[in-house]
Nanobody, 123 residues
Framework: QVQLVESGGGLVQAGGSLRLSCAAS????????TGWFRQAPGKEREFVAA????????YYADSVKGRFTISRDNAKNTVYLQMNSLKPEDTAIYYC????????????????WGQGTQVTVSS
């Protein structure tokens, strides 16, 4: 069992930056690939970025490639999402999730989810 808690969301102007954190409990967290998803009002939850358990493989949605960076510190049981050059369309609730099997891009591959953190980008 893995419990995930996101933090770092907030209100930022377009062009600004935020760093999200996903803190995990559970001794086996370092063995899970981890992803970030987001859900805007009235839209489905979508993939943002993911990182393998070792940190050696990174995956990004085209919409955030070059602006967002995912990383992890297994010693701290934490995964980060550095978000730069934010746009109003990045406004959403951001969720982290631990992957158990399947494609990193597929929401069904993730069995454990945090409660989410709100990111709002003003124009």
């Amino acid at each position: 069992q893995v419990q995930l808690v996101e933090s770092g969301g907030g209100l930022v102007q377009a062009g600004g930056s935020l760093r999200l954190s996903c803190a995990a409990s559970g001794r086996t967290f370092s063995s899970y690939g981890t992803g970030w998803f987001r859900q805007a009002p009235g839209k489905e939850r979508e993939f943002v970025a993911a990182i393998s358990w070792s940190g050696g493989n990174l995956y990004y949605a085209d919409s955030v490639k070059g602006r967002f960076t995912i990383s992890r510190d297994n010693a701290k049981n934490t995964v980060y999402l550095q978000m730069n050059s934010l746009k109003p369309e990045d406004t959403a609730i951001y969720y982290c999730a631990a992957r158990t099997s399947g494609s990193y891009y597929y929401i069904g591959a993730y069995a454990y989810w945090g409660q989410g953190t709100q990111v709002t980008v003003s124009s």
